[in-house]
């Protein structure tokens, strides 16, 4: 059910963001969505692709930092609303989000959104067991790729 | 080195453990002699006209810093040999700085003091584990730098045999340190390390050596560079302390406790000062060494400034020597930044890095004023295993090292982390300095 999620430490310069994303393109691996925390001094740069190993390879040949995380894709309804109902459901079940961005493409009617718990077990959990559909990723790839 | 760990604490000269009293109306004597002595020099003959000094108005060790100091640029100024105290015919040697810093500087001795010197190098051997039967394979340069010679005689005055190596070629140290099995080395820190590497390449075990311990000196290292050269070495390294201008190696080094250097006091006045107000500082707090050589013949010094900083430690010894201790020598007055009124040392940066769990110790410290107030900045470069997917955990080490920075250095930083390899990376002495203050208004 998890994603693996790649994070790479970017400095707030120009040119930062360039190189990482040149060797994935020089490898042709495709980026599926990515956010981009920033601050004044560094960012932190979040990726998700299909060949999180090979991706991860290459990216550290090329100097750069990176960190793989667990995340969650998860469907939501592409409607006002849509995304206050999932809130809502994280609310009552007391799952903490850390951060969270979406796939530009849309999955049929639905949003797909990445979620970033503190206890991403519970939220599995929690959401195992709810109407909520959580993406894997031979079907999430499948259709965005 | 199971053997060397079980050797028994000597003391070569009952002078280095003189109850202090007894010490210090010897080094009053001794400081009286000399002020009559350096009226041979037109130096300090001046000075002294200037200030009204004489013999008999050093009546205790305090009027010490009522005498003048002396700077390198003195002894540039007095080039190549006005600072003698006898006539050139008594000289039996002439060794030189090696001039890294500037002009080269001549320093001279007597028979005289070729003899004390050579007894101060035998005392810090002897209080690092050199023994009559010991061989010593000394890998110092020999010329005018005065390593190589210094150690020579002092490991001949212990009656130990020497192998004078001299440095360099290191496959030939390497099958010198095979087949003559020394039980000894003697270079600089960074050169045992070479050594060291080599012996590892070559893949020798170093079991297979005979190799005990090593004396060694000549420029400031670190306690971590100790350890890495006691373990791929497999001895026990003990660090000394000299300057030309002073003598040369045997102004000072660590007895068997490895806990700070002993200073030759019978020989030498030492003084630690904060190097802009030139008052003394606390015992234990850093400042600038300054040494007076009470016995020398050829080219005596009084209260030289060495630009070396240290701390003092006159807390007793247990090995018996009554001798007060200097620590490493942590940095160097000429790396002294002054950042909005406060002294900042690279090494104050250094250390507070160093106590962040996380942080590798490559940094650049960069200086600048945008407007009429100077920014310190460090940059610091994030290990990869230090990095995290949580902006607050990022945030959070950047906090720490700004902490430790300010608690060790006494002001903010702006902590810059930036990713690993990016910094430039030195061979030799690291510039961890970027001050950009003069780049604005043309001058600094």
Known sequence: MKLHQLSLFVENRPGQLAAPCRALAEAGINILTLSL????????????????????????????????????????????????????????????????????????????????????????????????????????????? | ???????????????????????????????????????????????????????????SLDDLRRLPFTTKADLREQYPLNMLAVPRQRLARIHGSSGTTGKPTFVAYTAEDLRQWAELCARFLTAGGLRSEHVVQVAFGYGLFTGGFGLHYGIEQVGATVIPAAAGNTPRQLALLQDLGADALVCTPSYALTIAETIRERQIDPDSLNLKFGHFGGEPWTEDMRLRIDRQLGIRAFNNYGLSEVIGPGVGGECLRRDGMH?????????????????????????????????????????????????????????????????????????????????????????????????????EIVVDRPGTLDELTVRVEIRPQDFSDEMRQMQQLRQRIDREIHSVAGLRANVELVRPQTLERFEGKAKRVNDRRGERNGKI
Request: proline fraction near 5%; charge should be negative.
């Open chain 1, 37 to 145: 925390a920033d601050t004044e001094q560094f960012g932190i740069l979040r990726l998700i692709v299909r060949d999180w190993q090979r991706a991860k390879t290459i990216l550290e040949a090329a100097d750069c930092v990176v960190n793989v995380t667990e995340v969650l894709a998860v469907e939501v309804r592409h409607q006002p609303g849509g995304m206050l109902e999932i809130l809502e459901f994280f609310e009552r079940e007391d799952l903490n989000i850390e951060y969270t961005y979406a796939f530009t493409a849309p999955r049929g009617d639905k949003a797909v959104l990445v979620f970033r718990f503190d206890d991403p077990e519970r939220a599995v959990d929690k959401l195992k067991n709810s109407r909520i559909n959580v993406v894997g990723g031979v079907e999430l790839f499948r259709d965005v790729d």
């Open chain 2, 1 to 59: 080195m199971a053997e060397h760990v079980n050797i028994e604490n000597r003391i070569w000269n009952p002078a280095e453990a003189l109850e202090r009293s007894r010490l210090t109306a010897l080094q009053l004597e001794r400081l009286r002699d000399l002020v009559e002595r350096l009226d041979a020099v037109p130096f300090y003959r001046e000075v002294f006209a200037r200030h009204r000094i004489d013999r008999d108005s050093i009546r």
């Open chain 2, 263 to 363: 200073i030759q006091e019978d020989h030498f006045l030492v003084e630690c000062i904060d190097p802009q107000t030139l008052e003394p500082v606390a015992p234990g707090q850093r400042g600038e060494l300054v040494f007076t050589s009470l016995c020398k013949q050829a080219m005596p010094i009084l209260r030289y400034r060495t630009r070396d900083l240290a701390a003092l430690d006159d807390r007793p010894c247990p090995c018996g020597r009554t001798t007060i201790r200097m620590s490493r020598v942590t940095g160097r007055t000429d790396d002294m930044l002054i950042i909005r009124g406060v002294n900042v040392f690279p090494s104050q940066i250094e250390e507070a890095l160093l106590r962040v769990e996380g942080t590798a110790p490559h940094y």
